[in-house]
């Protein structure tokens, strides 16, 4: 017996155009959840009741989304994205189709990175103050987003339970990212407030606490971002991701 | 010379301590093929091997030439998990139209080849109906139809009739005897072996990871000289019709069961199926029935894995 070796069909699109479906399917399905509609309406309704109320100045409601929900929302959906897939043995579907394993680990990661983006991007627009500012802001929530959606995305890969490591992470992100010194360096939200220019606060360590400079917060991100993107899809691309009977 | 779309060689595969699969050696071609054994066989391991989802610890595993860990193999693979999971929010129509669009087709084409597919699995009626509300032998249907909705080469069903109703079940077994015919190559596994033996005589056995039997049926029956076959025949003057039977060649023991039952045990059973009618029609007896339960697929299970 010989073995046939015909070469597969292939039609003309690449992997990243089925990425991009495979993004976009994942958002919408992410979106319809009543229960993620209902998060995003809640940190809405809370952005919006301190502006109303006037607690806070537009600089601190940016910094409450930006710093805060923005890296809970990617915690929440990130770390759940492909390993819920994978406990849910729906994975399969996509892992028999034509589209390299990394690129789906992008895509599920790039369509948490949106759902996680949708509130804050709300948020920056109740705390508008000024057409250059809100743009700015935008920008670094997108790669905030991604760069939080990324890091999280890869601890529920290699983690069974990743909730309490993610939560670990953030706390870790919100006691060291403005604490004077080398240490806050090596936080995702040091390098978001270098992009946006925020100081430490009024307290005493605030005001010791000198944020990075925006042209070394930003390649420090990007560089993140993409080590971390590439580790996950050579993991997934490496491994059994299937549930043992 | 045939070709074997699918060569697994010398492939064993662990987890942990336990051997799911042990140098295992076989191949399949085009037509269908069932894939049998008891639970905890090996089956849905060799079938997850073969569509990529597990690595080989030993050996190699080829569909169509290629490694099937390879993205591109997939274009031409088409696969029934035996899970019942699903993206369950949604339409039947939109699950198949999704999975078919990472095959690279535009929406438009991808809404074609789905809505076709679910025609084909008889659910063309309900394609619009959330999966979430589907009975399981309906969201069976489902399964069957994305992994042939893009048309592969190679089907893989992992008991694909689990939960099917009868009528439901014919329709699918003439629809996995249809793409056989028609050059796909289908393994289909399976553990109710009347269903298997109504899409194909061509079998692989396995049990506790290692290959037990492979190829047709009968052959594969004819192979065991060592279990002879009974055949029982219905009729009237079971004494005079015993008495001729003991001689034919072949025969090893004749038994009558009772007034109108013999039981005849031969290692030659074509040459008996022939023989018995000729030498009742010499004596003037009408045979009313004539079976052989060590003929069939149940029984070539019985002998090499239960």
Redesign the interface.
Known sequence: ??????P??????S?L??AW??TR?HTL?AL??PATTLAIAGVVVMGLSLRVAGVAPASGIVEFYLTLVLPLFAMFFGSGGLREEVE???L??????????GWVFAARTAAAAFVALVPVAIGLVIAFDGPLVLLRNLAIAVLGAIAYTAVFAVVGLVMRRPTLLGLGIVAWEQVVGTVPGFLSRLTLRAHLRGLMELGGGDGLLGRLYRPPPWWASLPTLLIVTALVLAFGAWWVSRR???V?? | MSEATIAVQGVSKLFGLVRALDEIDLSFGPGVTGLLGPNGSGKSTLLKLVSGQLRPDTGTVRVLGRDPFEAATMTEVGLCPEHDKFYEELRAIDFVTALVRLHGYDARAARQRAEAALARVALEQLAHKPLREMSRGMRQRVKIAQAIAHEPRVVLLDEPLTGTDPVGRADLIALVTGLGNGGMTVVVSSHVLHEVEAMTHRVVLIRYGRLRAQGNIRRLRALLVDRPYRVQLACERPRELAAQLLQLAGTRAVAVLDEHTIELTTVELDAAVLAIPAAADRLGITLERMTSPDADLESLYRYLVA
Do not use: N
């Open positions: 017996m010989t073995t046939a070796t015909a597969p069909r292939v039609l003309p699109v992997q155009s089925l479906f495979w399917f399905r319809r959840k849910d043995q729906t399969t579907y996509a892992f028999v189709r034509p589209i390299a394993r059994e991701l299937v043992p009977k």
